[in-house]
């Protein structure tokens, strides 16, 4: 099992910054993609920003020149940098991780893949 702990959300005002942890842990052999989406009431979830293994970014249109995301390899963690926030970020936001798990039977070991979503951080910004 891989297990995703998230932090850093809060009240904020706007054009105040946040700052979104998210780690994981568990049976990983290897991370790929790590990423935030957010979900504002009665909206889909979207994918606010990701970054890959080789450090390859994507963000939200919405969000660039303004958030900055970054992992830690070494901690299996993933950040997301929140500058001038707006009334609009107001969100639930969620921290998704994919890669390859190693677990374990009788017969020996296994791989197989996890796409694990976090239990969700509430940011809200004030105008």
């Known amino acids: 099992q891989v297990q995703l702990v998230e932090s850093g959300g809060g009240l904020v005002q706007t054009g105040e910054s946040l700052r979104l942890s998210c780690a994981a842990s568990?049976?990983?052999?290897?991370?790929?993609?790590m990423g935030w989406y957010r979900q504002a009431p009665g909206k889909q979830r979207e994918l606010v920003a990701d970054?890959?293994?080789?450090?390859?970014?994507n963000y939200a249109d919405s969000v660039k020149d303004r958030f900055t995301i970054s992992r830690d390899n070494a901690r299996n963690t993933v950040y997301l940098q929140m500058n001038g926030l707006k009334p609009e970020d107001t969100a639930v936001y969620y921290c998704?991780?994919?890669?390859?798990?190693?677990?374990?039977?009788?017969?020996?070991?296994?791989?197989?893949?996890?796409?694990?979503w976090g239990q969700g951080t509430q940011v809200t910004v004030s105008s």
């Open positions: 998704n991780v994919k890669g390859r798990r190693k677990g374990r039977t009788t017969y020996g070991y296994y791989f197989d893949d996890f796409d694990t």
């Open positions: 970054i890959t293994s080789g450090d390859n970014t």
């Open positions: 568990g049976s990983i052999s290897s991370i790929n993609v």
